[in-house]
């Protein structure tokens, strides 16, 4: 019986322990081909490459444990997949991965997100999709606790399908060495950050400028992915790269635009 294809990606860069760790995941469940970024990509959100060259690397990371297939790619992680999916891979992979990120993904960061943007790639070409991420910054954080919820996902994922047009958005709580309580699946928080922008000089005189800012949480609610994180839940938020307001249609309709 053929094992399922999962592609796996992130925007940590392909050395990223958080990505060697889903790797070491997935190769329990299937065949798994890893196209990620040669260098951190964070905060890329859907950027693709579009005025200068591409560069794909075969390479094997961890000699022992590393994927069927790993390539390292020059390119952002939307980058990754479509080179993945058109150039790389011998067929059509039953799932994409991407993560596990350093850092939340949760509520309103998920727009800037290069992790959930690979995921999103790979949706909008008819693949299955999960975003992993990991709410702890440290590059030596402990993803093992993750396993059990991770690899429970993606079972049910290759299992049932997941609806067209969506692609699922998981934020793991930082518990230490504890698993999550469990798994909820959620809406995304109503969230801002209040963004500064921090303005220093260097020794040469010329002014450049550090992005700052606080994350605002403005939803009171308890169905939420940020609600469900600070109780030490795995949130999953189903996410849809359609972004028309269809809400919106009909007030708009009643614009006097061709009058």
């Not at 800037?112 to 008819?126: D, K, N």
Request: aromatic share 6%.
């Amino acid at each position: 019986m053929t094992k399922p294809l999962i592609l796996v990606t992130n925007d940590d860069g392909i050395t990223a322990p958080g990505l060697r760790a889903l790797i070491g995941f997935m190769m329990e469940l299937g065949e798994v081909v890893v196209v990620a970024p040669d260098s951190p990509q964070s905060g890329m959100g859907h950027a693709i490459t579009i005025d200068n060259t591409l560069y794909i690397k075969k390479i094997k990371v961890d000699l022992e444990n590393g994927a069927t297939e790993e390539y390292s790619c020059s390119g952002t992680p939307a980058d990754c997949v479509k080179l993945g999916l058109q150039e790389l891979l011998k067929r059509k992979p039953d799932l994409c991965v991407s993560g596990i990120n350093h850092g939340s993904n949760s509520s309103i960061n998920v727009i800037y997100s290069g992790t959930m943007s690979a995921a999103i790639e790979a949706g909008i070409e008819g693949i299955p999709a999960i975003g992993f991420s990991l709410c702890d910054y440290s590059w030596n954080a402990n993803f093992e606790a993750s396993r059990e919820a991770v690899q429970k996902i993606v079972r049910e994922a290759l299992s049932n399908g997941i609806p067209n047009g969506v692609v699922l958005n998981v934020n793991i709580p930082k518990t230490d060495n504890k698993a999550p309580k469990g798994i909820k699946i959620c809406r995304q928080a109503r969230a801002n950050w209040k963004e500064k922008f921090d303005k220093r000089t260097n020794p040469s005189g010329k002014e450049y400028y550090w992005l700052t800012g606080e994350f605002e949480l403005l939803d009171k609610g308890e169905d939420t992915d940020e609600y469900a994180l600070s109780q030490d839940y795995v949130s999953v938020v189903p996410t849809q790269f359609d972004l028309t307001a269809h809400h919106a249609i009909q007030n708009i309709n009643n614009w006097k635009l061709n009058d």
